[in-house]
């Protein structure tokens, strides 16, 4: 199979606004640290990278990407250290040999060096709330890859980076009748009554720009969506499957 280059959406931020609902900052809306979710970088990334292809990240400013905390915590490997270990040593190798703490700024991505690319992939984490949404430039790279038809990957929060191409272009959602799966409204309010706050809602978000969420139980286990060029995820359950089906997508 010939290499192809990927190119990797990731946040600049570290934390997502929160308005909480109670305890002593009740009324407030308070930064919740936060950034990538591991499993959901890693596991698709791993696919792209044992098939030979090449790997090429970017964020709005260029700034060093963060994991969200609870990413990195067992609970979130159901307990297995070694899978832990395994998803950490990936990012090593990809800060030794991919440029991970310095991903190149969206500007600096000409629209002739986007056609250099395959497809690209945006990873989830509440992080993508903060910066990637209204992100002008990154609302260029996605109109980009939508007009060419070229495969586009994302999961959990990263679809939420969709609704930037509103920030380009004609200032349309380009993704308009797409079906969409993303972290749930139901999965969000489980964070909200946990963090006692309200949160952006990805999936109604989506939908009040005229996608068609796709959410059911098979989603919440693991199922992906594909619609046209556009294959999206709900959570980390679908790292996998979202990682293999892209890796087609790419492969063609």
């Given at each position: 199979m010939p290499t192809k280059k990927v190119l990797v959406i990731l946040s600049d931020a570290n934390s997502f606004p929160i308005h909480k609902?109670?305890?002593?900052?009740?009324?407030?809306?308070?930064?919740?640290?936060?950034?990538?979710?591991?499993?959901?970088?890693?596991?698709?990334?791993?696919?792209?990278l044992e098939a030979g292809h090449e790997i090429t990240f970017a964020s709005p400013q260029g700034k060093?990407?963060?994991?969200?905390?609870?990413?990195?915590?067992?609970?979130?490997?159901a307990g297995c250290f070694y899978e832990?270990?395994?998803?950490?040593?990936?990012?090593?190798?990809?800060?030794?040999e991919n440029g991970f703490d310095h991903p190149r700024r969206f500007d600096s991505?000409?629209?002739?060096?986007?056609?250099?690319?395959?497809?690209v992939f945006i990873p989830g984490g509440h992080a993508p709330l903060k910066d990637l949404g209204d992100d002008p430039e990154l609302g260029r790279i996605l109109r980009y890859f939508h007009q060419e038809n070229k495969p586009?990957?994302?999961?959990?929060?990263?679809?939420?980076?969709?609704?930037?191409?509103?920030?380009?272009?004609?200032?349309s959602f380009v993704?308009?009748?797409?079906?969409?799966?993303?972290?749930?409204?139901?999965e969000e309010k489980a964070m909200e009554t946990m963090m006692g706050g309200e949160?952006?809602?990805?999936?109604?978000?989506?939908?009040?720009?005229?996608?068609?969420?796709v959410e059911g139980a098979g989603e919440k286990i693991g199922n992906t969506t594909l619609h046209r060029e556009l294959v999206t995820g709900a959570n980390p359950m679908a790292a996998n499957a979202l990682g293999d089906r892209f890796l087609r997508m790419i492969s063609v």
């Open positions: 609902t109670s305890g002593p900052d009740a009324g407030k809306t308070v930064d919740q640290p936060s950034g990538f979710f591991l499993m959901e970088l890693a596991k698709p990334v791993r696919k792209l060093e990407p963060t994991p969200d905390p609870n990413s990195e915590s067992l609970l979130a490997f832990r270990n395994r998803e950490n040593e990936l990012l090593d190798r990809l800060k030794r991505i000409s629209d002739e060096e986007l056609a250099t690319f395959a497809g586009t990957a994302a999961i959990c929060h990263g679809p939420y980076a969709l609704l930037s191409t509103k920030a380009a272009g004609d200032g993704y308009n009748g797409y079906r969409i799966t993303s972290w749930s409204d139901l949160i952006e809602k990805v999936e109604s978000a989506l939908r009040n720009e005229g996608a068609v969420m």
